[in-house]
């Protein structure tokens, strides 16, 4: 079927930069929107970022200007982090609106997460 992985989490000071990378993979047939969710401890998931299929991008207020997400034409989709801060320390999740050749509905799917965090 469908599968995102998601790499590129880690350990950084705050001001600093971290890219995160996910890779779809599996019976894409199209998608409406790929982005990344992230949840801190004892938190609700929260949209970071998305990306539609026409190009429009979306943004949370606490990352405007600070993050950029992006995709490349293989359906891969990307966070630019930076100016990093000791809020965002997180697990981000990667998520895509898809459709599978073997649907004929979009489905959403799931990453299994990475961890950010930034030291103050």
């Known amino acids: 079927q469908v599968q995102l992985v998601e790499s590129g989490g880690g350990l950084v000071q705050a001001g600093g930069s971290l890219k995160l990378s996910c890779v779809a993979s599996?019976?894409?047939?199209?998608?409406?929107?790929l982005g990344w969710y992230r949840q801190a401890p004892g938190k609700q998931r929260e949209l970071v970022a998305a990306?539609?299929?026409?190009?429009?991008t979306n943004y949370a207020d606490s990352v405007k200007g600070r993050f950029t997400i992006s995709r490349d034409s293989a359906k891969n989709v990307y966070l630019q982090m930076n100016s990093l801060k000791p809020e965002d320390t997180a697990v981000y999740y990667c998520y895509g609106e898809i459709q599978a050749y073997s649907s004929s509905y979009y489905l959403n799917y799931w990453g299994q997460g990475t961890q950010v965090t930034v030291s103050s």
């Open positions: 990306i539609t299929s026409g190009g429009s």
């Open positions: 599996g019976s894409i047939f199209s998608f409406k929107a």
